[in-house]
């Protein structure tokens, strides 16, 4: 009696610990395609390849309740895919160094720079250029005397750094951010450049704009010590920073729950083993958003073709 009492015992926690190996995946959906690539080729390894159920949570953009999400570790918000350093600092110091409640993956190199559509390239060519009154005027289409440029979306980290950037280099008395979403702004884009007007951005790669854009960054002084001093979690944030040279190469990072060790360790493994490249972000950008193909099949697809490197992210 023993015996079977033992084995019957043994077979309950075996039996628990396959639930919760198989519990669902929440993954969060920032508002740019490179995240949303990402996300969709983590829902595909987990339901295809590992029999396992996950969700893209559509909407779920906020990037703060994203990370308070993952600390919680209660499976409301398991994966952030495309975590960009050093744009979200505070959340690593909080979160990743001092908690110890999101674990990250191994990352890819990215970069964000000011850019202009190329037929702008032969009357601004660097972040000096901007300090010209004309140059400006070109940019102001509100008549309110300040050129505009898109610093990115209002919850977006970067979207502070720019606008640091701009006083840093003493602009402000000439332009003034756009602060909008990634897909009204692109939207105004399309159509500007249609028209060949001026237009003045922050963005990334890898992304598909870049494909769809012949698109020209504008130089940026060299760094040098102390031309980075930030405190973007001050309550006045822009009057306390200063930013006035290039940005360093951007780390981006799958960042997911610590809680998923306990509550999925087969998919945290695969997770902290998953290794990613530009290159193939910006593959899935093009296929899944500018060619406008389903995004699991696109997915579905890379995993058939990469088989061996997915198995070693799954089995180690």
């Excluded at 159920?53 to 994203?66: C, D, F, K, Y």
């Excluded at 159509?191 to 012949?214: G, I, K, M, N, R």
């Excluded at 099949?297 to 180690?316: F, K, L, R």
Aim: charged letters at 20%; hydrophobic letters at 40%; aromatic letters at 10%.
């Amino acid at each position: 009696m023993k015996k079977l009492f033992t084995a019957t015992a043994l077979a309950a926690v075996c039996a628990a610990s396959s639930l919760a190996a198989q519990e669902k995946i929440m993954i969060s959906d920032p508002n740019w395609n490179g995240a949303r690539a990402v996300g969709h080729v983590i829902k595909a390894i987990v339901t295809e390849k590992m029999g396992g159920e996950a969700e893209i949570l559509t909407g779920m953009n906020q990037q703060p309740v994203i990370f308070a999400g993952m600390d919680k570790g209660d499976g409301s918000i398991d994966i952030h895919p495309d975590m960009w350093m050093p744009n979200w600092q505070s959340a690593w110091d909080q979160y990743i160094e001092g908690n110890g409640t999101v674990k990250t993956n191994n990352s890819y190199a990215g970069t964000s720079r000011l850019y202009v559509p190329s037929y702008m390239a032969d009357k601004l060519k660097s972040m000096e250029d901007l300090n010209d009154p004309e140059v400006a005027a070109m940019f102001d289409t509100d008549g309110n005397g300040k050129g505009e440029y898109w610093a990115g979306d209002v919850t977006w980290a970067s979207t502070k750094r720019w606008q640091v950037k701009f006083k840093s280099y003493g602009l402000d008395a000439l332009w003034e951010p756009n602060v909008v979403s990634g897909d009204t702004f692109k939207a105004g884009l399309a159509a500007a450049y249609a028209a060949s007007q001026p237009q003045l951005f922050y963005y990334w790669t890898p992304e598909a704009l870049h494909v769809q854009y012949d698109l020209t960054p504008l130089e940026e002084p060299a760094r040098s010590e102390g031309c980075e001093d930030l405190d973007l979690d001050a309550e006045n944030w822009l009057e306390v920073s200063e930013f006035e040279c290039a940005g360093t190469p951007a780390s981006v990072y799958v960042a997911y729950s610590a809680s998923l060790e306990t509550r999925n360790p087969e998919v945290a493994a695969m997770l902290s083993r998953m290794q990613l490249t530009g290159d193939e972000v910006g593959l899935w950008i093009q296929e899944m958003f500018e060619n406008k193909r389903d995004p699991a099949e696109v997915a579905q697809e890379w995993i058939a073709d990469n088989a061996e490197t997915v198995d070693a992210w799954i089995n180690g």
